[in-house]
């Protein structure tokens, strides 16, 4: 387990893991405020993600309020597909790299909608499982 409650290291809106991709080592650990955190942080470290580490990005609360054009072609550029949709209280979890090929087979977006959210005002929880290769790219 890299991040959780239980160790009091996740918040509301991104959650980010940064994996060494050919030793599987956590290298890195980080929660940004989406809602009401200032995002020059997060450009600052999608900016700073090397070309061996894995990324991988659970959100909580919410991702999206915050995103801008800039943060959205990071995550892009890392792979995702969803990205450019993420909005208020959305569910995502994604795993990327930079200098990917293609897109990440990695990644389940739920889009938050009031007629379809599984529980009051919130969709329904995401779960991403796989074998990753060491190398993504």
Known sequence: MIMSSVKNNVGRGLNIALVNGSTGMVLKKEY???YSGDPTSLVKFLK???EDELVLVASYDDPGTKMNDEI?????NLGSSYANQLGFRDSWVFLGARGIKSKSPFEQYLKNNPNTNK???WPELLELEGCVPRKVF
Do not use: Q, T, V
Request: zero cysteines.
């Open 32 to 34: 940004f405020d989406m």
């Open 48 to 50: 700073a993600i090397l």
């Open 72 to 76: 959205r072609k990071l995550f892009s």
């Open 119 to 121: 529980y009051e005002g």
